[in-house]
């Protein structure tokens, strides 16, 4: 795949890989992003100079195929695909594939895929898969899933997942999952979950779950589970549950459970605090904070918080923040934050955040972040960012950036910019950058690029580049340049080049440089160069190959020129 030399061995082939080579996209904080789903055409495989996973590359590939970028690169690719990006790169994958981004990146995927992103980064994934995110970065996954996030990072799973967020994080996961939240953040599960937030946090759990909150914290839980929490917090539980809470805290349990409240405490509410509870429910409420529950719901709330929940669910809030949990499920938040769940699902936020989850959905944010997770999806954002899941899907943002996400897609943002997956497609963007992918697509960007994916294809760029596929194709470009793929075809640029691939083509391009490839040709051109070919003819150009070419024109009695041939036919040189 390196360096093609003819159009008919590349032309409508499945698992291949596209990747150009241009200049790092610099010292920004770049995310690899990963998206995954649907069903994709096949693609060829094509590449400009420095070819493979080198720096500041894009590559981009469709139809169970591999993409691998490093050093502020872009990887893209879908249909049981792998994409790898690392070094503030973006990379892409769909349908099964698995997407790996670090040092300042974002991954996402979805389809029974894995995303793993570090270092400020944003994971994201759907349906059975996991995520983690580590420092200061945002992790999301839904149906199964697994999401972990650390040092002020936001982490969001949902049906039967398990949650870890740390250090002034937000963890938030239903369906029989598990969050642990520490460090001034906030965790958050339901159905048969457990919730565990120290150091200023907040613990939600509902459904036979334990909700462990400490030093300053706010801990809820309900139906036969049990809360624990110490150090100026808040606790509560409710139906055979216990909850213990010390040191000026509150702690409150209903249907033969226990409370143990100690220092200045008070079993329902302490320091000039209101507790509401309602039909075998519980509320706890500590520091000037209210807490509403009803319906065999907990809310706890401590530090001039509110925490409303209803219905079996469980609230906890603390810091002058606002949690509403309603229909068995569970809202956390801390520091001026406010968390809404609704209809068995989970809402974490800290630091100031909104999260939204409803219909069996996990939501968590930090640091003024918005997440909105609905319909047993994930939603999670860090760093002033917004995440917005719906219908089984997967958003994760960091470093005020936006994703959204719907119908079982999953999209990743970091660094102020703005992802948009849809129809079981991927979309991940990083440093001021746009990706926008739908139909069962996945589309990547880093460093103020552009990335359009749709209809089971994949786009990735970096570096203020702009990559257009569409309909099972794949493109990538890098260096300010341009890529267009069509109709299963695989384009990709680097360095302000501009690539077009079309019908099962590919197209490469780096320098400066323009290729265009149709009906299942392929076209690489290097330096300043242009190649065109189509009609499954060849055309290769590059440095390595431009003296062979003139002495193959010389021995022929030809002239030779400072560029090739326009097809394979070398002794004729108008051909």
Known sequence: NAHPTNCDNSGGSSGSSASGSGAASGSGSASGSGAASGSSSGSGSSSGSGCGSGSGSASGSSGGSSASASKGSAGASSNGSVAGASKGSAGASSGGSSA?????SAGASSGSSTAVASKGSAGASSKGSSASATKGSAGASSCGSTAGASKGAAGASSNGSSASASKGSAGASSGGSTAGASKGSAGASSNGSSATATKGSAGASSGNSTAVASKGSAGASSNGSSASASKGSAGASSQGSSASATKGSAGATSNGSSAVASKGSAGAASGNSTASATKGSSSASSNGSSAGATKDGAGAASNGSTAVASKGSAGAASGNSTATASKGSAGASSN???????????????NGS??????GSAGASSGNSTASASKGSAGASSNGSSASASKGSAG???AG????ASKGSA???SGNSTASASKGSAGASSNGSSATASKGSAGASSGSSSASASKGSAGATSAGSSAVASKGSAGASSGNSTASASKGSAGASSNGSSASASKGSAGATSAGSSAAASKGSASASSDGSSAACDSG???AVDKANLAAIANIAAAAGKPSGKS???CDDYYDYEC
Not at 336 to 342: D, H, L, N, P
């Open 401 to 404: 950036s936006s994703a959204v």
């Open 396 to 398: 994760a943002t960091s």
């Open 100 to 104: 790996s981004a670090s040092k300042g």
């Open 564 to 566: 090739a041939p326009s």
């Open 354 to 359: 909104s999260a939204v989850a409803s219909k």
């Open 336 to 350: 001026g934050s406010s968390a809404t769940a609704t209809k068995g699902s989970a809402g974490a936020t800290s």
């Open 537 to 539: 003819e060849s055309d």
């Open 411 to 413: 999209g990743a943002s």
